[in-house]
């Protein structure tokens, strides 16, 4: 497990991170989500041992990070501008990980370089912006670590790229003990793969959930009522967090369980009535509304 403990980090004078305390669950995918400067990066790098805390506590496993060679033996970061050496190819670059990484999974390797359509002895700097990324991602889960950190996991990638990665996750996932944390300025990148997700604004931490909490109670409704005054008989107890029209259609994020919901729709004379599935979006709009935000003023789309 991952633990940051009331950290703080500024960089001349300028606050990057203030205050900031999330855990990282074990065999989890947990996502970051916030716009450029938000502080993302400097957490990342924080977490991996890269910079050091101004204050609070970084640690993995129990174990501080900060100038401990054992504690980031358990995980590999991947920065959003990975390095590569001059004049390397992926196999030069796989042998360095292997003398870094006792563990690392050279079949594997092999494996995904041809999944992934990447030649295995090709200069690295005839590639890409996006098959630079990938072969960034390939060596991190090869490296067979616990952890894996990613900044800005999917930029650069295109759409088919970015399904892969997402599959490949979810294959290490079920394969091995394997937690992932990474980052991306865009909540809709994260939709269909991390278990918990923080948004992070100016610094600080507005909202540290898991995914199926954040679901427990919310619910997206979208009906037609037979006629308007229909709407004024919904009960006060059904809390209604939104309720957008187009037409004569409501769409509605309402409070309750989907039974309660049905029960006091049963009751409505409606044309149309039914339950939809809740966006990361939708979900965090009803969250950090409720605290005076708007996420969609904060997360870039």
């Known amino acids: 497990m991952i633990e940051t403990n009331k950290v703080c980090k500024s960089f001349d004078r300028s606050m990057a991170l203030n205050d900031v305390s999330i855990t990282i669950a074990d065999n989890e995918i947990t996502g970051l989500v916030g716009t450029n400067g938000a502080g993302k990066s400097t957490l990342l790098r924080l977490i991996a041992g890269v910079l050091k805390p101004d ?5 993995v496993d129990g174990e501080m990070t900060w100038d401990n060679p054992r504690a980031k033996s358990q995980f590999v970061f991947v920065s959003d501008d990975p390095y590569f050496f001059s004049n390397s190819t992926p196999h030069d670059m796989s042998a360095y990980y292997r003398s ?24 690295i700097q005839t ?14 889960v090869c490296a067979n670590t616990k952890y894996v950190i990613l900044d800005e996991t999917f930029d650069g990638l295109d759409p088919v790229m970015r399904a892969a990665v997402k599959s490949l996750f979810a294959e290490e996932m079920s394969n091995r003990d394997f937690t992932s944390l990474i980052s991306s300025h865009s909540l809709r990148e994260l939709e269909d793969i991390c278990d918990h997700v923080g948004l992070l604004h100016k610094g600080g931490l ?3 959930e898991s995914l199926d909490d954040m ?3 919310l619910l997206k409704l979208q009906c037609v009522f037979s006629d308007e005054e229909s ?20 769409v509605m994020t309402v409070k309750g369980t ?3 919901v049905t029960e006091i729709f049963s009751h409505i004379d409606t044309v149309f009535f039914e339950i939809l599935p809740l966006t ?3 979900l965090f709009i009803a969250e950090t509304e409720g605290a005076g935000y708007d996420v969609r003023k904060l997360i870039i789309q």
């Open 100 to 123: 870094i990484y006792p563990k690392f999974d050279d079949v594997h390797f092999e494996k995904l370089l041809w999944a992934f359509g990447l030649n295995p002895a090709q200069k």
């Open 55 to 59: 204050s609070g506590e970084v640690t």
């Open 280 to 282: 990361l979006e939708e």
């Open 215 to 217: 679901k427990t109670g």
């Open 206 to 208: 507005l909202l540290s």
């Open 258 to 260: 989907r039974e309660q």
């Open 231 to 250: 709407v004024k008989k919904l009960p006060e107890q059904l809390k209604i967090l939104s309720d957008e029209t187009q037409g004569r259609l409501h």
């Open 127 to 140: 590639f890409s912006k996006g098959m630079k990324k990938q072969l960034a991602i390939v060596l991190a």
